[in-house]
């Protein structure tokens, strides 16, 4: 079993930065990959950015390419996501995931282990 902890989200004006963090423990080496999804109100959970969990390989949902970056340190077992020109429409709960298979999947559906979430709010 793997457990999730999210941290880091908070409220801060548009264009401002966050960063967010997700440490895992128990079995790990099950990992292959992690992502951030998000959640707004009355909207569906979408993914946000992937990583290769023990190789290289970064993934973006088009809204946040150039704006978030996601990076790992395998040696604390977290992933970040450094959230830059934040918008409003960035406000969300944010979910880190973990998943024991191969590739990287933007479907939520397919993940193992879930964060409890964390709240990025973006005012204007």
């Known amino acids: 079993q793997v457990q999730l902890v999210d941290t880091g989200g908070g409220l801060v004006q548009a264009g401002g930065s966050l960063r967010l963090a997700c440490t895992a423990s128990?079995?790990?080496?099950?990992?292959?990959?992690m992502s951030w999804f998000r959640q707004a109100p009355g909207k569906e959970r979408e993914f946000v950015a992937g990583?290769?969990?023990?190789?290289?390989?970064?993934y973006y949902a088009d809204s946040v390419k150039g704006r978030f970056t996601i990076f790992k340190n395998t040696a604390d077992k977290t992933m970040y996501l450094q959230m830059n020109s934040l918008k409003p429409e960035d406000t969300a709960v944010y979910y880190c995931a973990a998943s024991r298979a191969y590739g990287m999947s933007r479907l939520g559906s397919t993940y193992d282990y879930w964060g409890q979430g964390t709240q990025v709010t973006v005012s204007s």
């Open positions: 128990g079995r790990t080496s099950n990992i292959l990959g």
């Open positions: 990583i290769i969990w023990s190789g290289s390989g970064t």
